[in-house]
């Protein structure tokens, strides 16, 4: 099947090679008639609660919260919406920053994106905190221990792929008391997520063919109970009384403000769309793109990979040519690819790692066609860059 026909951005761009599916997916028909359906027939607040739309638009909200329950197998009341997996990560490090914990470790990884690790560094800088960092999986799991009061890594990076036997790690940090972050942003799309295996996880929509501007929060009850809003305004006030103030005893209460109500409808049909097409396809259709990808490159004499055969994240870089150059190069051709090291800077610290990659990401949409005209385009290069003449 031709996915593509799915996606307006293939019709409006018919020659585009997109091969950056890390950074945002595309949004299918489906995804961008759920926006403007809100904008055009129901487009008031929930706060206008005692109207038929806005009656209507609390009982929607509530549905996209169960849907994403389902997704994570956790339940709706642990679902808060949020802006993306930046504000999700920083919400629920600075509201366990608040908790009572005993001084200790954060265990981190040098592949982390850097929104799961610089809120960190802000949020405890002033605490008697020791901010730990892992490379493999062995070597995370051999560095929890008694100190260890916070774990927080990638299911998968948006770099090199890790994988992680999660139930382990689950049982070795529990063992220690420790409480377990992930950021899902890349595994939402590719990969099982289950909250059983985790404290809290992060996600955007834009990564599983949603709109950009909303993203999920999931905690567990045990730990949401414990924990006090980290942004304050309107939505999550019971009382008010001089310069103390009650919040209400719901989900409201972390959710202050006007939410992204066409963007969270928009994420319901874009889980919608991904769950029809099957998490089985996707695995098996994006395997055998990457592979093939990987099997490509290889060939010419010029390229070195730095990344597995078959992971669905390639990095590679054209030797001895500055990895943007190569990038630009690509971009004038309408081939979409990434250049430098993907807002996650500390994995570069890493013995073998280089400072600048450029990476390709499949999607189920690609195809064999598009490596092809990527894999012919980079054959050709030359220097690279006589697209500047």
């Not at 961008?32 to 055009?40: L, R, T």
């Not at 914990?101 to 990884?109: A, M, T, V």
Request: include cysteine; glycine fraction near 6%; charge should be neutral.
């Amino acid at each position: 099947m031709n996915w593509k026909t799915k996606f307006p951005m293939f019709k409006n761009n018919p020659d585009m090679v997109y091969l950056d599916n890390s950074a945002l997916t595309f949004k299918p028909y489906e995804v961008i008639k759920a926006g403007n359906d809100f904008y055009s027939k129901y487009s008031v607040s929930t706060r206008t609660s005692d109207t038929i739309l806005g009656i209507r638009n609390i009982q929607e909200i509530e549905k996209v919260r169960e849907v994403c329950g389902e997704l994570l197998h956790a339940s709706k009341d642990e679902i808060l919406f949020t802006s993306g997996t930046t504000e999700s990560l920083n919400l629920i490090i600075n509201m366990i920053s608040k908790l009572p914990l005993n001084k200790g470790e954060i265990l981190i990884s040098y592949y982390n994106h850097n929104s799961n690790i610089i809120p960190f560094i802000e949020a405890f800088k002033d605490k008697e905190f020791k901010i730990v960092y892992s490379d493999d999986e062995e070597d995370l799991i051999s560095k929890i221990n008694e100190k260890t009061r916070i774990i927080s890594i990638s299911q998968l990076n948006n770099n090199f792929i890790l994988h992680h036997d999660l139930k382990s790690l689950y049982k070795k940090a529990k063992e220690v008391g420790a409480i377990l972050i992930n950021d899902a942003a890349q595994a939402i799309a590719h990969e099982e997520v289950n909250l059983k295996y985790w404290d809290a996880i992060a996600f955007s929509a834009n990564k599983i063919y949603g709109p950009t501007g909303v993203g999920v929060l999931a905690i567990k009850k045990e730990l949401m109970q414990k924990l006090s809003p980290a942004k304050f305004g309107g939505g999550q006030v019971n009382e008010i009384n001089g310069c103390e103030w009650l919040s209400k005893d719901s989900i409201a209460r972390f959710e202050p403000g006007t939410l992204n109500f066409a963007g969270i409808f928009q994420l319901k049909a874009a889980i919608e769309f991904w769950q029809n097409v099957g998490l089985d396809y996707i695995q098996k259709k994006e395997k055998e793109l990457s592979i093939y990808l990987h099997d490509e490159l290889s060939k010419l004499k010029n390229i070195t990979i730095d990344s597995k055969r078959g992971d669905t994240i390639v990095l590679f870089n054209v030797n001895n040519v500055f990895s943007q150059d190569v990038v630009s190069y690509l971009g004038h051709k309408n081939i979409y690819v990434r250049s430098g090291v993907f807002c996650a800077h500390m994995f570069t610290k890493v013995k073998g790692r280089k400072p600048s990659y450029i990476r390709a990401t499949v999607s189920f949409y690609n195809s064999k066609s598009d490596i092809d005209k990527l894999v012919d385009a980079i054959k050709k290069g030359g220097d690279f860059l006589d697209f500047l003449l």
